[in-house]
């Protein structure tokens, strides 16, 4: 069965998360759908061109990064908690050109 | 060879010298100043006929060093010219503005100038080019006369210059594109090879640097306030040295493009430097500001350089090389005496001046000769340049460019004598009677070496013009027989 | 001594003079006028030996290597004017020993004045155009320096800057001429330039005697370049007997004569010149009448026999202007420095603050009236000979309208010149100042060129013998066939007319005073010198505000905005890309969506 629709839906839905939600970590979770729609496009992809072993092991460096992403952002909101005790998008304004 | 290195970076060893002075040891600063423009003068008389320093810096680049006629009457008039302005600034006791950092900032303009004189490679003549700007836009900005106007006209002078140069950026990393070297001795032989659209492009792109230091209409505007907002010593080496180098681009770079290409060129430059003639002959005219009104007559005289150029005749061509030291010397000593007595009369408008010869009997001398070297009046020196690029603009075809730049002299007599009218002669009012002022020693020293130099080689121009001749020879464009 | 350079001793020793003075003053400045003095006499003994000199060959130097011989070239054309520097020069400096004594810097007058004598000679010796021309300058540039001598008076120093600005307009004229000249025979020696400049095309040898006439319009202050020249009388009076006079306004008549050649080949041009001649002629003397400053008087009077000379080249009578050039010159300076006496003793150029001066000043009064009655041309003295032999020429060649013209100018010529003579020093005294007899170091000179003005014309022989002698045609008479022909021609009888008429109106002129009655608008435009100073006084202001106009306009709007809209611009620019950067989160986002959309779709297309 064809699984494109899938990998098209998880990555509308996070496109939505990312763009629409203010919370932090609302936002996180429209990254997580992202990567996951990512991993799932290339493991179709991989099963779409027969070559499974090399699918494999890329799939687990893309899970790999995923994780690092997580826990590099998951620093950032905690950091942006510490100073302004809040995790809403609209007080991040100092980058304001 | 090792000549050829030290003319090069004793500007530069200078400076850092000077710089590293500590702030109170001002007439040490002058003096050291002084004495390493004095040794790059007197090291030009010394250097045989024709001298190259070749090193290679792969990918085509190369820097080449190279001394002959052209570069020679390059080097003396930059040299002499930042010989007078620190002759100049020097005083008793020296302005609490004369720092050390002053003097190191003259020495790289003069570094920069000399490099842009011996560079025989584009990129290198470049790279020079930019360094002589700099330590000017920093010495026009700090040591300044209007300290309301001085970030704008700084700040003009800068970007349009630059705006100048980095277009000749563009023509000459076209070149190295196309061609894949910036050794201006390999390029003559290649540029030919070129479709002539290109060519032609790539000159006019090219010149436009020079078209700018030259302040040809209508990129003249930062010229102006640049000279006069700032003050004397500085506007000296902006008229002496920076002025100079303008014209030597000229020279050096209209034999370097194919004559095809150039002779495109030379209708649309007749035309600017009859506009900068007659628009800056104009602004001279009717300005109350006597240092403006200068400023605008060397807009006008830059006119009669591109004049010279842009008729591609040998005649042409010479009249301007000979101007690169007629314009330096006989603008540095009008500004120079005019100078003096705007210090005493603590006023440059030409309504408040007005007798001043009594009172500044050398000046008056001196203002009256430079004056009549502005004209092309003999028996001063500005009188042969003018001739020749008279006969070179009669000699190439076109009459009534021609005639028209004749015309173009009347305006400038009209201004200069005007000038002089209002400055020197008439009564002199009431609350500036006085006795004779002498002006101090430096001063003096400076005028004096000025009016000899106008004077002697207006009577006998011979041995200047030998030298004319040979770097025109060198470039391919003979003369006379 | 070396024969074959005395022409260049004849330059370079007052060229020295001039060099040495400064530095003389500096150390010695009491000597100034007697070494001066010494100079010019020294000058003017080397220019008893140039005559013998005509037709020699000489030596020539590279001024330009490689580019220009100079040298010089001994005709009797070229050494006619030449020596009139040299020994008219002496005499006024012999004058200015008394007339100048009260001055200060004086330094500056001597070496200028010894400067002036090199250039005449330097330019008139000269072999080429290219010397000629900057000699020419030279010239100017004295003549503005001694205008404006005494620079503390406004008056004077503009006057100098009006003589150098309207003489520059003609010597840009010469200067195209010159150039075109070389353009197409490509050399500057004279004697080349007019023997192959037979072969340039109608139309430019048109151009080149256009310019050849500005040039000589400018300097010998002919219509319309006039205008200098009456001003010019602010210098000291011997440098108006000997730039304004003898010597420098000269130079336009000489080149015309020099250039005689090239202008014949341009036939439409030769009319112009006898036009310009015979109407400044008519101007000079007409102004002259009813001026009352009386070196204005004699400015005018300059300005008209200059057109007669002009006039004379122009219908072909070469030897004929520069005869007369060489009487007027003699004449001129002598009325001029008789002026020059009057006005040293009574502090005034009116005339009208004059008279009756004969019982205290007879020397001065006597040579003046030799040197008017030479202007007005009385026979036996040279003016009557020169001006009669330019009558003559006109009337040969046919030109009868500048004839008339010129007729109705020594008409009047021989009425002032009674008329000034008369109020300065007969009649009744109308000042009561002190007045005596100028010393002998001014009265002397007058002496010697009042005997000059009686007996020059008879020097008409050597003159023409040499004349032929150097290859200018002319007819070769001595006096006495000078005397015969002249009173048997029919300019003669013309001349009588004129002269008596003259002499009528100068005697009945008070009875004559209802005709200014009946054209006081004539009158009017006669005292403002027929309104060419106003014409140019209002051209200029024209010129101020034009230029005062494109500054404030174009200058300070125009050009200052674009630089400033090119700040605005690029601030303009910067502030709108400003707002891409909302510093919000979300809009960041959506870049990034955005520019992965692009490039996904950039890949898979």
Redesign the interface.
């Given at each position: 069965m064809n699984l494109w629709p899938f990998v098209f839906v998880l990555f509308a839905l996070g496109?939505f998360c990312?763009?629409?939600r203010r919370n932090l970590i609302k936002?996180l979770i429209g990254l997580e759908l992202l990567s996951k729609g990512a991993t799932l496009a290339l493991i179709w992809s991989g099963i779409l061109r027969n070559s499974l072993s090399y699918t494999q092991s890329l799939t687990v460096i893309a899970i790999a990064i995923e994780v690092m992403v997580v826990a590099v952002f998951l620093a950032l909101v905690y950091a942006f908690h510490e100073k302004s005790s809040s995790l809403d998008?609209?007080d991040?304004?100092?980058?304001?050109? | 060879m090792v000549e050829l290195l030290i003319l090069q970076f004793l500007p530069l060893l200078g400076a850092l010298i000077v710089l590293l002075l500590p702030r109170e040891k001002k007439e040490l600063a002058a003096v050291l100043a002084l004495l390493t423009s004095l040794a790059e003068l007197v090291l030009v008389f010394f250097l045989p006929e024709k001298l190259t320093v070749y090193l290679g810096l792969g990918l085509g680049v190369t820097m080449v060093l190279a001394f002959d006629q052209l570069t020679a009457i390059a080097l003396i008039t930059l040299s002499g010219a930042s010989v007078f302005s620190i002759l100049y600034s020097l005083r008793k006791p020296l302005g609490h503005e004369r720092t050390p950092s002053f003097y190191s900032l003259i020495l790289l303009v003069l570094f920069g100038t000399v490099g842009v004189s011996l560079a025989r490679d584009l990129i290198q003549f470049y790279v020079f080019w930019e360094t002589m700007l700099i330590p000017a836009w920093a010495l026009v900005v700090n040591w300044n006369d209007d300290p309301q106007k001085v970030r704008y006209t700084g700040l003009k002078f800068f970007i349009i210059t630059h705006i100048g140069a980095v277009l000749t950026l563009i023509s000459i990393l076209w070149i190295y594109s196309l061609l894949g070297t910036t050794n201006m001795f390999v390029l003559q032989g290649l540029l030919p090879g070129l479709p002539l659209s290109t060519l032609i492009a790539m000159a006019a792109l090219f010149f436009m640097a020079f078209i700018v230091k030259l302040a040809i209409f209508p990129f003249h505007t930062w010229l102006p306030d640049a000279y006069t907002t700032s003050s004397m010593p500085v506007t000296l080496v902006l008229v002496g040295m920076m002025t100079a180098v303008g014209i030597y681009g000229f020279a050096r770079f209209i034999p370097f493009f194919p004559r095809e290409a150039v002779s495109q060129l030379s209708l649309p430059f007749l035309i600017a430097s009859l506009v900068n003639m007659f628009y800056g002959g104009a602004m001279a005219l009717q300005e109350k500001n006597v240092k403006r009104l200068i400023a605008y007559s060397s807009m006008s005289q830059m006119g009669y350089v591109l004049f010279g150029f842009a008729t591609l005749v040998p005649l042409g061509i010479s009249g301007s090389v000979f101007n690169i030291v007629n314009q330096a010397v006989t603008k540095l000593v009008l500004f120079t005496s005019v100078g003096l007595v705007a210090e005493s009369a603590s006023t440059w408008r030409i309504d408040e001046l007005g007798g001043w010869a009594k009172r500044h009997p050398f000046a008056a001398v001196c203002a009256s000769a430079s004056m009549l070297s502005l004209l092309g009046a003999p028996p001063v020196l500005g009188f042969w340049p003018e001739f020749l690029t008279f006969s070179g603009g009669f000699s190439f075809g076109n009459y009534v460019v021609a005639s028209l730049a004749l015309v173009g002299s009347v305006l400038t007599a009209a201004y200069g004598l005007r000038l002089v009218r209002f400055v020197f002669f008439g009564p002199l009012r009431k609350e500036n009677e006085g006795p004779v002022i002498r002006p101090s020693w430096n001063a003096s020293l400076a005028l004096a070496a000025g009016l000899l130099i106008l004077i002697v080689f207006g009577i006998y121009p011979a041995p200047a013009f030998q030298l004319v001749r040979g770097a025109l020879n060198l470039l391919g464009i003979p003369i006379g027989g | 001594m070396n024969l074959q350079a005395i022409p260049l001793y004849l330059l370079l020793v007052p060229l020295a003079g001039a060099a040495i003075v400064p530095l003389l003053n500096f150390f010695a400045s009491r000597a100034v006028p007697l070494f001066s003095v010494l100079v010019g006499l020294v000058t003017a003994v080397i220019g008893f030996f140039l005559p013998g000199e005509i037709g020699a060959k000489t030596f020539s130097i590279e001024w330009l290597p490689g580019l220009l011989k100079t040298g010089f070239q001994l005709d009797t054309l070229s050494v006619v004017p030449a020596l009139i520097a040299t020994w008219i020069g002496f005499l006024t400096l012999i004058y200015s020993l008394g007339y100048m004594k009260h001055e200060e810097n004086l330094s500056r007058y001597y070496s200028l004045t010894l400067l002036f004598i090199a250039s005449m000679i330097g330019m008139s010796l000269a072999d080429n155009f290219l010397t000629l021309f900057f000699f020419w300058e030279v010239m100017g540039v004295c003549s503005y320096a001694l205008i404006g001598f005494f620079y503390k008076d406004p008056k004077a120093a503009s006057a100098g800057v009006k003589a150098f600005l309207t003489t520059r307009i003609g010597d840009i004229g010469l200067l195209a001429a010159i150039l075109t000249i070389y353009a197409f025979t490509g050399t500057f020696s004279i004697s080349q330039g007019l023997a192959e400049g037979s072969k340039i095309a109608l139309p430019f040898l048109n151009f080149i005697a256009f310019g050849f006439i500005l040039g000589a319009v400018g300097k010998s202050a002919q219509l319309p370049l006039h205008v200098w020249l009456p001003d010019a009388m602010e210098a000291p009076t011997t440098i108006s007997a000997l730039i304004h006079a003898a010597t420098m306004v000269n130079a336009g008549v000489y080149l015309l004569a020099r250039v005689y050649p090239l202008l014949s080949l341009a036939p439409s041009w030769l009319v112009v010149i006898q036009w310009i001649g015979a109407l400044t002629a008519l101007l000079g003397s007409l102004l002259a009448s009813f001026h009352n400053d009386l070196k204005r008087i004699l400015a005018y009077s300059t300005i008209s026999q200059l057109g007669y000379m002009v006039l004379a080249v122009g219908v072909g009578g070469v030897f004929a202007s520069q005869f007369h050039l060489f009487s007027h010159a003699i004449f001129k300076a002598l009325l001029f420095l008789c002026a020059g006496a009057v006005i040293h003793e009574l502090k005034t150029r009116d005339i009208r603050e004059m008279g009756g001066l004969w019982k205290f000043m007879p020397v001065t009064g006597t040579t003046f009236l030799i040197g008017a009655l030479a202007l007005m041309g009385l026979p036996v003295l040279n003016g009557f000979f020169s001006k009669d032999m330019i009558l003559e020429e006109a009337l040969l060649s046919g030109s009868w309208a500048p004839l008339v013209v010129a007729s109705l100018a020594a008409l009047l010529t021989a009425y002032y010149s009674l008329r000034t003579t008369a109020v300065v020093f007969w009649g009744k005294r109308r000042t009561s100042a002190h007045v005596k007899e100028a010393p002998a170091v001014m009265t002397g000179p007058l002496t010697v060129l009042a005997l000059g003005s009686l007996v020059s014309w008879a020097l008409v022989g050597p003159l023409t013998s040499s004349w032929i002698r150097t290859g200018l045609g002319a007819p070769q008479i001595n006096w006495l066939e000078l005397l015969k022909e002249t009173f048997s021609s029919t300019a003669f009888l013309i001349t009588v007319c004129v002269i008596v008429l003259g002499f009528l109106i100068f005697y009945y002129r008070r009875s004559l005073s209802w005709v200014k009655e009946k054209i006081p608008g004539f009158f009017k435009a006669v005292a403002v010198g027929l309104g060419f100073d106003i014409f140019y006084g209002w051209l200029s202001q024209q010129i101020y505000s034009t230029s005062g106009f494109l500054n404030s306009f174009f200058e300070e709007r125009v050009m200052e905005g674009i630089n400033k809209a090119t700040g605005k611009g690029s601030v303009a620019l910067s502030t709108s890309s400003r707002k891409m950067q909302t510093g919000d989160l979300h809009w960041n986002l959506l870049y990034i969506v955005i520019a992965l959309i692009v490039i996904l779709g950039l890949i898979l297309w």
């Open positions: 496109i990312l763009l629409t936002i998008t609209d991040m304004k100092r980058l304001k050109g | - | -």
